[in-house]
């Protein structure tokens, strides 16, 4: 089983649609968790934190489920310019040995449409 | 500008030849990191440095070198004994080095090639 587990997409959906995107991870050990955002060709950057009470940013909304392990990402209203990848990153903590080491998912690729 | 710069951003290779991909970062952070991005894959870890003059392995370090001589720069070299060099290979740095919450930041990317 994959440390962390997204649906590769495509999602194909029209402009000002909603859309959600699920992660799931296999370490109930994980301390903390992420959203990145890559465009085709490009670094990812850091599209917004997860925290368990869950976090609203614009029309980005991120929940964590600690009890079954997943996060999500809604996108509220997509526009064009949503069209990326977004990518799922679930960090063990330091107290592992390992440093601040990430675990990236795949990456889930979202078409937004005219 | 504060930043990561990477240099090249690509970057040809015979077989048999080592080449060092350059990382740079006026962050003034402590902790940096190198992965390599394959197609259908998710970023995996090749090295990292939490403080200057010390570095670990991360999951695939096999076939790669890396030193951490100053805190700015933390170099990657592909060496001859990796199998399958051809990738794209990013850097990345972050602000303490035990920190779970601690952000990461990419720099733009280096894509090699071996011909």
């Known amino acids: 089983r994959k440390e962390v587990e997204q649906d590769p997409g495509p999602f194909n959906v029209p402009e000002g649609a909603t859309v959600a995107f699920n992660c799931t991870y296999s370490n109930s050990a994980s301390q903390s968790f992420f959203w990145y955002r890559q465009d085709c060709r490009k670094e990812p950057k850091l599209l917004m934190s997860?925290?368990?009470s869950g976090n609203e940013d614009g029309r980005f909304t991120a929940q964590l489920n600690r009890a079954s392990q997943y996060i999500s990402l809604l996108i509220r209203d997509s526009k064009l310019s949503d069209s990326a990848t977004y990518l799922c990153?679930?960090?063990?903590?330091?107290?592992?040995?390992?440093?601040?080491?990430?675990?990236f998912g795949t990456g889930t690729q979202l078409k937004v449409e005219l | 500008d504060g930043g990561i710069t990477q240099s090249p951003k690509y970057l040809f290779r015979k077989e048999g030849q080592n080449v060092t991909l350059s990382c740079e970062q006026n962050?003034?952070?402590?902790?940096m990191y190198w992965y390599r991005q394959d197609p259908g894959q998710g970023l995996r870890l090749i090295y990292y440095s939490q403080i200057v003059n010390d570095f670990q392995k991360g999951d695939i370090a096999e076939g790669y070198s890396v030193s951490r001589e100053k805190k700015e720069s933390f170099p990657l070299t592909v060496t001859s004994a990796q199998k399958n060099p051809t990738a794209f290979y990013l850097c990345a740095s972050s602000t303490r080095r035990d920190l779970p919450r601690d952000t990461q930041y990419f720099g733009p990317g280096t894509r090699l090639t071996v011909l």
């Open positions: 990153v679930v960090n063990l903590g330091g107290d592992t040995g390992g440093g601040n080491k990430l675990t």
């Open positions: 997860v925290y368990s």
């Open positions: 962050l003034n952070h402590d902790a």
